[in-house]
């Protein structure tokens, strides 16, 4: 029998995650008052917001600058005309953007603003305002950075190496939560009145992804106990670099690369969007528009930039070759000129003054941070091609909460991007103030509780407790071959790549329900089928069982979506026998698709895991809440509720 650790702690509430998001919550805790409270990561340097960005992060707010005007009424209308976001959390995310923005700002972080203090800011996708502002490719790691010094500075315990693989709940409340501490071999029980999961999107799930390689989310774990999952059918998806990971937007795009794609020897070098376009599809114009409209939308196939992220597809899944950037020799072997580009493009390059040369040079002069970021990371791209792939990038959907950010299980809350706040079509860069309105949500939620006094435990709670510890060990016991074989590896690159082949941005709906049976079979039987050589795997192992719940639920959303045959919306284009195939020569059947039918444009698909059944509902998204801003009624309900 294999000997584990075990400790216990009791806190009144946990925060799960050490992201901008997590770090916001444990702060807005501390300062409501709350303060037995306790922040666990896995590894707290890992994470989405600590390790990613693009050319220019965008974070969303209201505009505060500038004669254009603008209202939290405007803004939330915006958000809701992405479709499929419920009203309320449009309302919220807008009125109290300008609030945590501000908090951001006298956190340190250096949001550019004119002379007279107006914090300028610019359009960003999906928005009707100029609403974006950023400070540069790493605006979400500065936030992580500077929310964190503010949490440490409290003296907020903050414990590293808490590896979560099971969260407790009785019959309608969360209890508390199991982590595994791999360094120490040992379980850790941690029991609390609430818990605020801030543990990103599941990304672990696919392979192909932009996400940071030590991100892998912790949704499956809430989706196993019943928590339910909202617009899990939502994703968006881009072009972005393999090593490093790094979204290729804006910049990259506009400075028109040349798109090449190779066998996997190096043999066989085509710049293959001649493959498939003709000169009339002004193949340049595409390249450059692609990075006004990096993140694929299935409605820029047939007269957009999305038809490269297609292309890119055949060639990398569909026909097994790998996909590159060549920024030293222009596409097609043309110069710049007014003949190749549109009007919009031609001058777009010609006010940057860079109408000359290769794109890398081009690059340097439009964007020199752009070149330098991946020279920092061991790339000249000056001298070698960048390899490229159509990735995973941001879950729109997630565990479906309330105006309080709180789960369907009381006391378990979801912020940032585990939550599925986020409609089909997001502004760009709303994920961020998302993270930072939702936790600060969850935070006034649990403060209203009024009880900060360390949690007492139950017989009943310790004896949930004990079950769940005693099945993992089983688990783990179960799956130790004797003769240390393992199998773990390869179940890992097998599971991930599948759903980067079937579950992303291209969807079939024979194979998804093919792969379905295969998950369902390994939930039922995970330690039969999935062998370990000894302790150093078990955190690969739990972290692995986390995953295939994830997919399971996940591909059973976009399978009942795919039944319904009502077309293809957002980042994600849905095999259709009634449909069009994008334009182009050589186009494989299946990507033959139609676009979304009108009657589900708003609905919103909700999702329960039983067991291994899972039940779905659809409904309409929620309006705006209408509101009666009448001062001397809000004093009234404010001084009722707030000021108790």
Not at 451 to 478: P, Q
Not at 561 to 569: N, Q, T
Not at 578 to 600: A, C, H, V, W, Y
């Amino acid at each position: 029998m294999i000997q584990f650790g075990l400790k216990s702690y009791s806190y009144n509430t946990i925060v799960v995650g050490t992201g901008a998001a997590g770090y916001n919550a444990a702060d807005s805790l501390y300062q409501l008052g709350v303060k037995n409270i306790v922040v666990l990561s896995e590894r707290i340097l890992s994470g989405t917001s600590r390790n990613t960005g693009s050319d220019k992060q965008t974070y969303y707010k209201l505009s505060l600058s500038g004669d254009s005007p603008d209202s939290i009424g405007q803004m939330a209308q915006s958000y809701f005309d992405g479709k499929c976001m419920d009203g309320e959390h449009a309302l919220i995310e807008s009125a109290l953007s300008a609030r945590c923005f501000f908090k951001l700002v006298n956190l340190g972080i250096p949001f550019p603003h004119n002379a007279y203090g107006e914090y300028v800011g610019y359009k960003t996708d999906h928005d009707s305002a100029s609403r974006g502002t950023s400070v540069g490719p790493y605006t979400s790691k500065m936030m992580t950075e500077c929310l964190e010094k503010a949490v440490l500075e409290k003296g907020i315990e903050v414990l590293d190496n808490q590896q979560v693989v099971r969260l407790l709940r009785d019959e309608e409340h969360i209890i508390g939560l199991i982590t595994y501490n791999s360094k120490e071999n040992e379980f850790s029980v941690f029991f609390a009145k609430n818990i605020i999961l801030a543990t990103g999107g599941p990304a672990g799930m696919y392979a192909s992804s932009v996400y940071p390689a030590s991100q892998f989310g912790a949704t499956g774990f809430a989706l196993e106990i019943g928590a339910t999952g909202k617009n899990l059918t939502e994703w968006q998806s881009g072009l972005a670099s393999v090593s490093p990971r790094w979204n290729v937007s804006g910049s990259y795009m506009q400075v028109i690369p040349r798109f090449v794609s190779k066998e996997n020897d190096g043999s066989d070098e085509r710049e293959f969007l001649y493959d498939y376009l003709g000169e009339e599809d002004k193949i340049e114009d595409l390249i450059f528009f692609k990075g006004y409209q990096w993140p694929f939308d299935v409605r820029k196939i047939i007269s957009g930039s999305s038809i490269i992220d297609v292309l890119v597809y055949i060639e990398r899944f569909l026909k097994n070759r790998r996909v590159y950037l060549d920024f030293t020799r222009n596409s097609g072997g043309k110069d710049l000129n007014e003949k190749n580009l549109s009007a919009e493009a031609y001058s777009y390059i010609k006010n940057a003054g860079v109408c000359f040369g290769t794109p890398v040079e081009r690059l340097k002069k439009m964007n020199m941070p752009a070149y330098k970021l991946f020279l920092e990371k061991g790339i000249d791209i000056e001298k070698e091609m960048l390899e490229i792939n159509l990735c995973i990038q941001h879950n729109n959907g997630g565990l479906s909460v309330d105006e309080n950010w709180e789960t369907n299980i009381k006391g378990l809350y979801a912020v940032g991007e585990v939550a599925g706040t986020h409609g089909v079509y997001r502004p760009g860069g709303s994920a961020l103030n998302s993270g930072q309105v939702g936790s600060l949500k969850a935070a006034l939620s649990i403060c209203k509780k009024h009880d900060y006094n360390e949690m007492m435990v139950s017989d009943k709670e310790r004896a949930i407790a004990d079950m769940h510890l005693k099945d993992i060990r089983l688990l783990i016991e179960s799956a130790v071959t004797p003769d240390g074989k393992s199998n773990l590896n390869y179940y890992f690159d097998v599971l991930r790549s599948r759903m980067s082949q079937i579950g992303a941005a291209i969807r079939d709906k024979n194979a998804i329900e093919e792969y379905l049976v295969v998950l369902k079979d390994l939930i039922v039987n995970f330690s039969k089928r999935i062998n370990i050589s000894g302790l150093h795997q078990v955190d690969n192992f739990l972290r692995l069982r986390g995953i295939v719940i994830s997919q399971y639920v996940y591909l059973a959303a976009m399978l009942d979506y795919a039944k319904r045959e009502k077309g293809s919306r957002g980042s994600a284009l849905y095999s259709s026998k009634n449909g069009d195939l994008p334009k182009g020569k050589n186009i494989p059947e299946l990507l033959r698709f139609q676009l979304e039918d009108e009657s589900t444009e708003n609905m919103i698909q909700e999702i329960t895991l039983s067991e291994t059944e899972c039940s779905i509902q659809w409904r309409n998204a929620r309006s705006i809440p209408f509101r009666n801003n009448f001062f001397e009624n809000v004093w009234k309900e404010y001084n009722k509720f707030f000021m108790q």
